[in-house]
């Protein structure tokens, strides 16, 4: 016999002051701003509708408790924001995903509690999860279970945001513009004030991305500037202008980043040429003979990222990030300096489960093919940081585990911080001497002891050193 309880939804509800972790990775996606229509259905108290409208969104809220008078109607971008995880009916919990998915007229934006926070959650199994003492019902999700589960009830292809957070598309020109956002961000225009600085906006564009930019590709500023000459005459100032090395190295660069888009595009699930955002179209015309010539090159690039010598050939010959018998270990500041069949290992690993918004180092496991993000929140500020959380994703099985160091009493922490980094980082030389030191004063002598807080802080005294920021000074007597 099949249990049935009505839990006390309601009481899930939180006020809000500052707009949630969906809303604010869905926000600096550009999949909410004010040039769209929002419906927050099942928006609780209202917080992220109230921080919503206060970026000049348009935005509505409705939910069964608090807003039931709130007339239902479509939205460009509908919000459902840890709604699944609280309704203890199987069916009536994939139903409301689905009403959710026919409110979306471009996006559908679905988030969930993780099981990783089990020990947050205490009380009774109930069904395919718990009745809290509160009388309400918690299912956690685990982070690849939840986008499974959204794409088997829409029926489309997802893309994980971030761990717990889905993005349903309507249309796959609408995923792989999200996509492209992602994986190659728009770089910023050079401001324009005038003709000349218009036209010196343009030739900067050229040398960075290797070609002429179309008209439509421009910022409305730089396009009215602009807008007097001919398209020739535009054309031969710029190539008598732009630096051919630049513009080379920019074609170059821009061709890998088509790659790698088109290889990701794969690993999610490949559209036709014209579902691709305008940029790429006009970057693969100019690039390449073919679209079809992309996509085998591209797929090529795929296929190498299965082959363990070929990955631990490009960490060894990559010239950012630090290199260890078993994994690459990359900040993000370098990220986009590793060889593209890396940078494609750790899109795939963030497309499949979600890169998490706080991370500080990327780890890439050179045999098998797991990616970790490891958070370090000090390590600009801390000669030798500790460890935060790590999250996981294991792309053969697609699980993942998520570990939390917050209240350890024995972090593990980072030394050697420069070669975390690309060599040109302007922080470098200052990590560089500071490792120099310690290698001098002995403090790596016993590199199994070093690994943790405890054993690091032994070899200080040990050595008879102490920190002051960045500078390794001798101990004061005691």
Known sequence: MQQTWNSERRLTAIGRAALSVPARQAFADRQLGPERTILDYGCGRGGDVRSLERLDCRVTGWDPYYRPETKLERADVVLLTYVLNVIEDPEERRNTLMRAWQLARTVLITSARLTWEKSKVRGQEFGDGLITSRQTFQHLFGASELRDYVEEVTGTRCVSASPGVVYAFKDDSA??????????????????????????????????????????????????????????????????????????????????????????????????????????????????????????????????????????????????????????????????????????????????????????????????????????????????????????????????SHMSYAKSKNRPLLHRKHEFLAPDDPDVPRYRRLTESELKAGLYANPHLIGTEDGWAAELIRCGRELRGHRLVRRAAD
């Open 175 to 400: 995923r792989l513009s999200y996509l492209a956002h992602r994986i190659v961000p728009d770089a910023e225009w050079l401001a324009s004030e005038d003709t000349t600085s218009a036209i010196a906006a343009v030739i900067d564009h050229v040398e960075r991305r290797g070609r002429q930019p179309r008209v439509e590709e421009m910022p409305r500023p730089v396009a009215e500037l602009l807008a007097h000459l001919k398209p020739n005459d535009l054309k031969r100032l710029v190539r008598d202008s732009a630096d051919p090395e630049k513009v080379s190295e920019g074609a170059k660069h821009t061709t890998l980043n088509t790659l790698l888009f088109l290889a990701v595009e794969l690993f999610n699930g490949r559209g036709p040429f014209s579902s691709l955002p305008f940029s790429v179209q006009l970057d693969v015309r100019t690039f390449f003979s073919s679209y079809k010539e992309a996509c085998r090159r591209s797929d090529r690039l795929l296929l190498k990222l299965r082959d363990d010598g070929y990955v631990r050939g490009a960490m060894n010959a990559s010239q950012v990030g630090k290199v260890t018998p078993t994994a690459l270990y990359v900040h993000r500041r370098a990220l986009d300096r590793m060889p593209t069949v890396l940078r494609l290992y750790e899109h795939c690993a963030s497309i499949a489960a979600g890169r998490p918004q706080e991370w500080t180092v990327a780890k890439l496991k050179h045999q098998g093919r797991a990616v970790s993000w490891l958070d370090y929140p000090d390590f600009d500020k801390d000669p030798h940081p500790r460890i935060q959380s790590s999250y996981m994703v294991d792309l053969q099985s697609l699980e993942t």
